[in-house]
C-alpha cells in the first residue's frame, strides 16, 4: 500500500531563507505527483504537477523535483515571504496497478515565515 | 471564475441526521472527487466518479453514497450522520482521474453532535 510522508511536519524560517519542502513515497509506480498549498480553513490549491517521466517543474519561486527511483521529492521555496505561510502537502497519482481515482496524500509540513 | 463551488459550508447535524453536501465546477472536467481530512489523518478519497454515469468508492466510502447528476454536478449524501463523520469535506475535480491536476473547494466543515 502506498504511504506519502512529509517531514518535517513544521518549519518555522526567517523571511528572505531559501527552504525545502520534502515528501517520500514507499511505491515508484506513481503517475505523477502533485504539490498543493493549503492556507487555514480554505480548499487546495495546486502548485506544480510533476509527470512520472518529469524530473522537475519550476513556478516563479517554486522548483519541485521528483526522483521515483528513490521514492523522493522536494520543494524549493526560494526567497520565502511571509505570505507563503501555510501548509504544503504532496500527493502522489497512483501506477497500472492502483485506483485511477485515488490521489496518496501526505499528511503536510506547515510552513511558517517570519518577517 | 468559479471553479469548484460546495454548498453549504457550515453544518452542524444531530446523530441520526441526513444531508448532502452539494458540489459543481465549471470547468468541463470529467472527474469528480469527494474527500474527508482530518487532523492526524490527512486527506482520504471517499467517492469518485471518473466520468459523467461512473462512480468508485475510494479509501473510506462506508456511510456516505455518491450521486453524479451531470457533468457539472456531484453530491455526497450522509443518509444516518455519526459523530465519526464529523470533518472538512472537500469535493475537487480534474480533466481526468490521476492523470491530470486537481483543483478544489473551499470545503463543507460538518459537525455531528
Known amino acids: 500500500k502506498q504511504e506519502v510522508t512529509q517531514i518535517p511536519a513544521a518549519l518555522s524560517v526567517p523571511e528572505g531563507e531559501n527552504l525545502v519542502l520534502n515528501c517520500s513515497f514507499t511505491?515508484?509506480?506513481?503517475?505523477?505527483l502533485q504539490w498543493f498549498r493549503q492556507d487555514p480553513g480554505k480548499g487546495l490549491t495546486s502548485l506544480l504537477l510533476i509527470q512520472s517521466s518529469q524530473r522537475e517543474q519550476t513556478s516563479g519561486r517554486l522548483n519541485a523535483s521528483l526522483d521515483k527511483s528513490s521514492g523522493r521529492s522536494t520543494l524549493y521555496i526560494a526567497a520565502s515571504q511571509p505570505g507563503d505561510s501555510a501548509t504544503y502537502l504532496c500527493?502522489?497519482?497512483?501506477?497500472?496497478?492502483?485506483?485511477?481515482?485515488?490521489?496518496?496524500f501526505g499528511k503536510g509540513t506547515k510552513l511558517s515565515v517570519k518577517p | 471564475n468559479a471553479g469548484v463551488t460546495q454548498t453549504p459550508k457550515f453544518q452542524v447535524l444531530k446523530t441520526g441526521q441526513s444531508m448532502t453536501l452539494q458540489c459543481a465546477q465549471d470547468?468541463?472536467?470529467?472527474?469528480m472527487y469527494w474527500y474527508r481530512q482530518d487532523p492526524g489523518m490527512g486527506l482520504r478519497l471517499i467517492y469518485y466518479s471518473a466520468s459523467e454515469g461512473t462512480t468508485d468508492k475510494g479509501e473510506v466510502p462506508n456511510g456516505y453514497n455518491v450521486s453524479r447528476l451531470n457533468k457539472r454536478e456531484f453530491s455526497l449524501r450522509l443518509e444516518s450522520a455519526a459523530p465519526s463523520q464529523t470533518s472538512v469535506y472537500f469535493c475537487?475535480?480534474?480533466?481526468?482521474?490521476?492523470?491530470?491536476?486537481?483543483?478544489f473547494g473551499e470545503g463543507s466543515r460538518l459537525t455531528v453532535l
Open positions: 470547468m468541463n472536467h470529467n472527474s
Open positions: 500527493a502522489v497519482g497512483p501506477g497500472s496497478g492502483g485506483s485511477q481515482g485515488n490521489l496518496i
Open positions: 475537487a475535480s480534474s480533466v481526468r482521474t490521476a492523470t491530470g491536476e486537481l483543483f
Open positions: 511505491d515508484s509506480a506513481i503517475y505523477n
